[in-house]
């Protein structure tokens, strides 16, 4: 099993063929030297929007790096430009993962100290980084965390739901059916929810998650800390009648919805409906197990009635 070189400090290192006063940063109109990077994986958090967010461990980070994997590097040479880093970006997205993981866990076997960033926020939230993460680890290679920013925090705090537990979705399937299908499964989990949603489709996703989990408080939050930032706060059913009648926003979309109210069990008339209902789409056993989640009876139960419903027929 391949084992990562002793930590040496950047200066020292030949694999870095830029001279000395390149491999630093700009912050404040200084240029900075960066520290000793430990050979790895370093997963670094990036500013989902505004600049100044960035911190001081990710753009040591980068700039000591001799290699930074990113999504798209466009996106990212605007933040390394920015603060004057001239290390080397390298495209690693879903349509090359599978290409490119061999090739730097190679770099990682030469004790190499890589750097890996998402377009915006933290990497693995909603990407395919965790498969590299996974893979170096199995290889004995050293991996950590340079924490910063995330839309799904940011959102959360700012929607003013409860905060103590939350369940992160991310995003919903794009077709109505399996949409409306995950929502349902989503019905009974005692959390605020928050989701990751485009422009094109929020509205469609809002109008769902209004029929699927009722009259819940929500938030929709948009190109968070940008210029246009915008924070829209009701309920379900009002944030998707406002939808309905406006023009697919742009930017990045984060839905934060409450957890679910102290309801009262579901009446037996309703819980036969949904079972009828399930029985026509599914098998015995997924409609019980669909109906369980949706309805929060226990699945003894709801078996127990869908056998008598199937005796009166």
Do not use: W
């Not at 109505?176 to 299908?181: C, M, P, S, V, Y």
């Not at 959390?191 to 938030?219: K, S």
Request: some cysteine; overall charge neutral.
């Amino acid at each position: 099993m391949p084992r990562p070189a002793s930590p040496r400090p950047a200066s020292e290192d030949p694999s870095d063929r830029r001279p000395p006063e390149a491999r630093g940063y700009v912050l404040a109109g200084s240029r900075v030297s960066p520290g000793a990077l430990a050979p790895g994986l370093h997963v670094v958090a990036t500013p989902i929007g505004a600049l100044a967010d960035i911190t001081i461990r990710a753009l040591e980070t980068l700039a000591a790096a001799d290699l930074v994997l990113c999504e798209d590097t466009r996106v990212t040479r605007k933040l390394t430009s920015h603060y004057g880093i001239s290390t080397q970006l390298q495209p690693y997205h879903e349509h090359n993962a599978a290409e490119m993981r061999p090739r730097v866990l190679a770099r990682l076997a030469e004790g190499e100290r890589i750097a890996l960033v998402s377009d915006a926020g933290t990497p693995l939230i909603s990407d395919p980084g965790y498969k590299l993460v996974r893979d170096a680890i199995v290889g004995g290679f050293h991996v950590v965390a340079a924490p910063g920013a995330s839309a799904a925090l940011t959102a959360l705090v700012v929607a003013g739901l409860p905060t103590d537990r939350f369940f992160f979705e991310g995003f919903l399937p794009p077709k109505q059916g399996a949409r409306q299908a995950r929502i349902a499964e989503l019905v009974r989990i005692p959390a605020t929810l928050v989701f990751y949603e485009t422009g094109p489709r929020v509205a469609a996703a809002m109008a769902d998650l209004a029929d699927g989990l009722g009259p819940r408080e929500a938030a929709l939050a948009r190109e968070l800390t940008k210029r246009f930032e915008e924070v829209r706060r009701g309920t379900l059913a009002e944030l998707a009648a406002q939808l309905a009648e406006e023009p697919a926003p742009k930017g990045e979309i984060v839905l934060v919805v409450g957890p679910p109210g102290e309801e009262a069990a579901p009446q037996a008339q309703d819980l036969d409906a949904a079972l009828v209902s399930a029985l026509k789409r599914v098998s015995l056993k997924d409609a019980v197990a669909e109906v369980s989640a949706a309805t929060g009876v226990k699945r003894r139960e709801v078996y127990a009635r869908a056998l008598d419903l199937a005796k009166s027929d």
